[in-house]
């Protein structure tokens, strides 16, 4: 590995005042499963390596009526632990537990799969589907940007030079509201999504849909919200004819490469079958008869 | 440009340590060459195989993948912690590890030190697994020998013991 200096700063206004010094080549270490690897493989070699860790603001990790903040440190298994979250957010939860490995969900944190910004990772298109935002602080003060707009490209986020994430911030979950995320993988665990789903929904007394978000993941250089998938669920009970509507504006939205994890035209086709199954699964939880 | 050796002091199976070392050691690096704990084992460096866990301030950790900077003040858990030696007798063994042997549940080795910490935080934290949730927990493990079934017998069957010991 490269080498670099080790810094673990204590405040918000620690970690600003050396990124504004230390410039855009600073590496920001949370839960390193990422960070790690790309040290070691040469992919990544900054002089300095800032540990957040130690900063309060990205180790916040409550729920309340305003929703849930979710600190940019918090790791996969401390989320784990949280009934409460789990209860509001099942979808997200079932993200992050499908990240890597145990091992894996021991240090690795939704804000740096977020940052780390790949096309397959798992949290994001969960994280759109629940309308999160993401707040990032800066010399200049804070600023949010929705979670579809953090992530630029293939392994590109908004932050700018100076910049850090500090915390997700998810919107209270409505009463009968749900989300769910699924993912396909070739083996049940520790692989790679090829193709990821996550959707959210409100119903109303009767069962009908009337709010909806969905995103998908790993059919595009980076997550996509698919707004067409939500206008095939609302407006009455999600239905087989419905969710054939939703898989239908699944298929349309997803612009995937063939690779070695699948071809373009796979990938297209589990699009559609995994929004059937996660919105089927969100409606369930929501309260619908299915 | 070289970083500046750090220097960490942490408790390693209730023993305190402390080490110098350079920024980009690892975890894993300390354990083996400094502290020369050479029962956690390195088979990829990347955090995908498992054979290089710990536990860390009780949490199941791959050590390749924790920088030992940033384990300052930290409890580590390793392999070598999981029997209990008391004097000039024999060590006493986990009941994972007499498990592991009655259902020989290895042959090279090379993977057990990791199954054994992952086997170990699962049963801390789930008393009474599953089939299906000892697999699940244990997907972070390769092994290349056994094909894991007699090390899911094993572990099912020392959850059986310690349950009806307590």
Redesign the interface.
Known sequence: ??????E?PTSLDAVLSRLGSAGPRAGL?A???DL??Q??GGRAAP?V?I?V?KIPELRRLELDDSGLRLGAAV?C?ELSRRDDVRSAYPGLMEAAELI?????Q??ATVGGNLCNASPAADTIPALIALGARAVLAGADGERQLPVEEFVTGPGHNALRPGELLVELRVPPAAERSADAYLRFTPR???DIAVVGAGVSVTLDASGGCTAARAALGAVAERALLVPEIAEALIGGPVDAEALERAAAAARAAARPISDKRGTADYRTRLAGVLTRRAATCAVQRAGGAQ | ????K?HVSFTVNGEPAEVLC???Q?LLDVLRDELRLTGTKEGC????C?AC?VT?DG????S????A??TDGSTIGTVEGLAVHSGEEAPELHPLQRKFLEHAALQCGICTPGFLI?AG??LEHNPDPSEAEIR??L???LCRCTGYDKIVRAVLDTAAEMRAAT
């Not at chain 2, 460096?45 to 995908?48: E, L, Q, R, S």
């Not at chain 2, 949490?59 to 791959?62: G, K």
């Not at chain 2, 390749?64 to 920088?67: F, H, K």
């Open positions: 590995m490269h080498p670099f200096t080790y673990a270490l839960g390193g499963t790690l690897v040290l070691r002089p390596v540990d860790k790791s298994w890597g490995s145990m091992q894996i021991g240090r049940a665990e520790m | 440009m070289s970083g500046r750090l350079e920024p980009q690892t460096a990347t955090g995908d498992g866990s860390l949490t199941l950790v791959c390749c993948l924790v920088l900077a940033e992952a935080s699962l699940y927990w997907s972070g493990n």
